[in-house]
T-cell receptor
Framework: DVKVTQSSRYLVKRTGEKVFLECVQD?????MFWYRQDPGLGLRLIYF???????EKGDIPEGYSVSREKKERFSLILESASTNQTSMYLC???????????????FGDGTRLSIL | GNSVTQMEGPVTLSEEAFLTINCTYT??????LFWYVQYPGEGLQLLLK?????DKGSNKGFEATYRKETTSFHLEKGSVQVSDSAVYFC???????????FGSGTRLSIRP
């Protein structure tokens, strides 16, 4: 079974802090994704990466950056946290499309982040 | 552009009732279609998938058939249990990098 592990289930930070959310997958997947999930808004894609050191903006990248130095690890960075970034953050990974069509994504359990 | 529309919740049923959650999509060509489930306090889990027209995905008693003529992928279960209470997301994937477009989710509650 694919295992996607997010470093924290709950995190509380203060406005203006630099926040790191870490995600590790153990199945050698090429693609990794960061989403945020808010009531009434569903899942929104923040950033994704299809290879080491490669990244692409999703639908709501403002206020966030990402880092992918190793294939198994994808970090989400809040450069200067703000209260409107309080949310549930979900990491996911998938095989590349070349593995045979459109591949499903496998999700971690999420990090519930509160910015005070 | 590509999009997914699913029925709004919450949906409340009694145990052993028949379940249908409607999902329709808009996409050119032949996307892959998925149903994901999110139990309270957890991330999303893949429930079932279908990759071409007339494919039927099934898992844990749930089924969905890829209907290209009606651009639909409705989720069904013949007899729901309390443990099926969760949020269900319909989704499609098309194009590079396996990006997935999710519906807004349908919350399902099952009464004992």
């Amino acid at each position: 079974d694919v295992k996607v592990t997010q470093s924290s289930r709950y995190l509380v930070k203060r406005t203006g802090e630099k926040v790191f959310l870490e995600c590790v997958q153990d199945m050698d997947h090429e693609n990794m994704f960061w989403y945020r999930q808010d009531p009434g808004l569903g899942l929104r894609l923040i950033y994704f990466s299809y290879d080491v050191k490669m990244k692409e903006k999703g639908d709501i990248p403002e206020g966030y950056s990402v880092s992918r130095e190793k294939k198994e690890r994808f970090s989400l960075i809040l450069e200067s946290a703000s209260t409107n970034q309080t949310s549930m953050y979900l990491c996911a990974s998938s095989l590349s499309q070349g593995a045979g069509g459109n591949q499903p994504q496998h999700f971690g359990d999420g990090t519930r982040l509160s910015i005070l | 552009g590509n999009s997914v529309t699913q029925m709004e919740g919450p949906v409340t049923l009694s145990e052993e009732a028949f379940l249908t959650i409607n999902c329709t999509y808009t996409a050119t060509g032949y996307p892959s279609l998925f149903w994901y489930v999110q139990y309270p306090g957890e991330g999303l889990q893949l429930l079932l998938k279908a990759t071409k027209a007339d494919d039927k995905g099934s898992n844990k008693g749930f089924e969905a058939t890829y209907r290209k003529e009606t651009t639909s992928f409705h989720l069904e279960k013949g007899s729901v249990q309390v443990s099926d209470s969760a949020v269900y997301f319909c989704a499609l994937s098309k194009g590079s990098a396996s990006k997935i477009i999710f519906g807004s989710g349908t919350r399902l509650s099952i009464r004992p």
